[in-house]
């Protein structure tokens, strides 16, 4: 005796059978459920060991479940090999495959000069970054502090000489530069009328006396003049004297001609 499907309303779908079990219309209108895996860092490869079944995957899950460790964005299928003594890429391996970059590091400083090619354990005298301007002095290297204005360049960023990174050498390097903690003060920087400061180190600080502009040595302690000079009045005396005579002899010539 032949055993039909059950259909009622009530009923789960019975997927594959051909036959419309929740009476819906539709045969095999199966909701279809996958796992899903939990990917912790984010780098699209989940947890084998942390799954769920849905038809969609929550925020957080992925498809796939290669990750080796899901703590680390940095490993999983597919990742660089890192010198690390860890396996990155998930292939049951470790350090396989680097040409690991080393620089020649005779001072021992930690910074290197020349590159060397090797693999992940690094070669006698030798630093995992380069940068060192002066490998024979331990104390030349991109971490040293600089001591400025003694020629040599003790951080290897290739100044010595201009310390407010201005442009402009200080004059102890003999640069043109009357100020080297100030960038404001340069020889191309723009003088302030009469602040008492020689900005663009010509020697003189910018005046104005009466609407007219001028210069006066910076550090002599001098005042801008308030005043016309003595002989200044003297000349506007006689002026206004000749002015006074000339009018004089027009009115005596006047009243001649009239009489």
């Known amino acids: 005796m032949t055993t039909r499907p059950r259909r009622e309303p009530s009923r789960a779908e019975d997927c594959g059978n051909g036959v419309d079990n929740d009476c819906n219309g539709i045969a095999d209108d199966c909701v279809i459920r996958q796992d899903w895996y939990r990917d912790a860092d984010g780098d699209g490869y989940g947890d084998a060991a942390d799954s769920t079944s849905a038809p969609t995957a929550s925020p957080g899950y992925v498809a796939d479940a290669t ?17 690390n003594d860890a396996d990155d890429d998930c292939d049951g391996q ?20 020349e590159a060397a090619s090797g693999d992940c354990e690094a070669p006698p005298d030798a630093a995992a970054v380069d940068g060192d301007c002066d490998d024979g002095d331990p104390a030349v290297s991109p971490a040293a502090t600089e001591i400025w204005y003694d020629g040599i360049d003790q951080d290897c960023d290739g100044n010595d000489a201009d310390r407010d990174l201005d442009g402009f050498a200080a004059e102890v390097s003999g640069g043109t530069d009357c100020d080297d903690d100030d960038p404001a003060i340069h020889p191309d920087a723009d003088e302030v009328i009469d602040d008492g400061v ?27 003049p308030t005043a016309p000079p003595g002989w200044v009045f003297l000349l506007a005396a006689v002026l206004v004297r000749r002015q006074r005579t000339r009018s004089a002899h027009r009115t005596r010539a006047t009243c001649g001609r009239t009489g």
Do not use: M, S
Not at 67 to 83: I, M, Q, S
Not at 96 to 111: K, L, N, S
Not at 202 to 218: L, M
């Open 94 to 113: 470790t350090d396989e495959g680097i040409d690991q970059t080393w620089y020649v590091d005779a001072d021992g400083d930690g910074y290197g000069g």
């Open 198 to 224: 020689d900005q663009d180190c010509n020697g003189a600080d910018a005046i104005t006396t009466f609407g007219v502009a001028g210069k006066r040595p910076t550090g002599c302690g001098c005042a801008a």
């Open 67 to 83: 990750d080796c460790d899901d703590a680390d964005p940095l490993v999983h299928p597919g990742a660089d090999e890192r010198c």
